[in-house]
């Protein structure tokens, strides 16, 4: 993982919308925690950031080197758990977009 702002042709971005149930918050963080850790530690990961929307929604994207990594990860029997556990406890919605990064642009600050 990286402290840059990045994207290369070819990577794969997962951008996970979603909305927690009140009260999922303190089993959902340890869980996400693990994930976290867990989606670290495979082949291919680049990146993953989580934003807050003022409305609870929450945008998280996830960063895999190409698509055959990002394909490991979704099937990964941990991550597979985690999921169910988010349909069943913790999210009240969610939507998922899986997309290959075809040309990416970056703008380096100088000085």
Known sequence: MTDR???APGQVVTVFRSRLRDE???EFGE????M???ARSMPGFVDYK?????????VSVIVFDRLESQRAWAADPRHRAAQQAG???FYSEYSLQVSMC???WEFPAVG
């Open 5 to 7: 702002i990045s994207f």
């Open 50 to 58: 989580v934003y807050f929307a003022d409305d609870g929604e929450r």
């Open 87 to 89: 349909r069943d406890r």
């Open 36 to 38: 976290l850790e867990a």
């Open 24 to 26: 999922a918050a303190p």
């Open 102 to 104: 075809v040309e990416a």
């Open 31 to 34: 869980l996400a925690a693990e």
